[in-house]
């Protein structure tokens, strides 16, 4: 097991952070998996009844399973829930094998540059982010580390069932943050994920340093850096205090 969740700091939550991104792709992929698969099964089975129907003669029902048919496909088409999901198992790797990386390196000033410049690597490649689900993979690490159930966010069945699809509610999550803040159950004092992030500057250097790319005068890289997806989070950020508990 790492040792950076201990050190604390910007160890601790970029490792917090990295295991979160492994969880919010894992449960992507698994929802995209189980898109592509149900449109294949709607398809095959559909079709195989409007051919029984049309040689029973029973026009009506052939119309009504045909377009059942259409709809599979075009949702399948349009949509490509393989490719998504793909996408998602690609970066779930690359999020877990970084995470593999810091359980074995020293929590060190140098290896914190390195597991931020290699975040941000994979970071640059992801599709946007389902903001409901990533606070879902919060909530999940959040648990797997041992904190209150009480400290963990709210979220309501319909934004966990539906946060796939739809990102709604926001404003609710936000108001009880400000709520726990005032009662002090959240210590903002403590630096927050995005807190321990570098700034965006400070990301170009690190991807510069990284690739050998020279800066250009308006301060980024001659290689295109695109914006860090957790930078854009900090107005909804709910991290609460670091646990004592080891992540089980």
């Not at 009844?49 to 026009?59: H, N, Y």
Request: proline share 6%; hydrophobic share 40%.
């Amino acid at each position: 097991m790492s040792d950076w969740p201990d050190a604390g700091g910007g160890y601790y939550y970029v490792a917090f952070a990295v295991e979160k991104s492994r969880r919010y792709h894992s449960k992507m992929r698994a929802f995209y998996e189980w898109c592509y698969y149900l449109t294949r099964a709607a398809t095959a089975l559909t079709g195989t009844a409007s051919f029984f129907v049309v040689l029973a003669k029973d026009l009506g029902i052939a119309k009504y399973l045909t377009g059942v048919v259409a709809v599979s496909a075009a949702l399948d088409s349009v949509f490509r829930f393989n490719r998504k999901a793909r996408v998602h198992d690609l970066l779930c790797r690359r999020f877990t094998d970084l995470s593999a990386k810091i359980a074995v390196w020293e929590p060190k000033p140098a290896a914190l540059r390195k597991a931020r410049a290699e975040r941000l690597r994979i970071e640059r490649d992801e599709p946007p982010v389902r903001r409901l689900i990533d606070l879902q993979a919060h909530n999940e690490e959040c648990r797997a580390l041992g904190k209150a159930e009480g400290l963990l966010i709210p979220l309501d069945w319909w934004q966990r069932t539906f946060g796939y699809v739809f990102t709604f509610g926001m404003k609710r999550l936000e108001q009880w943050r400000a709520d726990q803040e005032k009662a002090g159950s959240i210590q903002t004092a403590e630096p927050t994920i995005v807190d321990a992030l570098p700034k965006q500057d400070e990301a170009t250097d690190i991807l510069a340093t990284e690739t050998g790319s020279e800066k250009t005068p308006e301060g980024g890289s001659s290689g295109e850096i695109l914006p860090v997806r957790n930078v854009e989070e900090s107005k909804t950020d709910f991290s609460g205090p670091r646990p004592a508990p080891p992540r089980r």
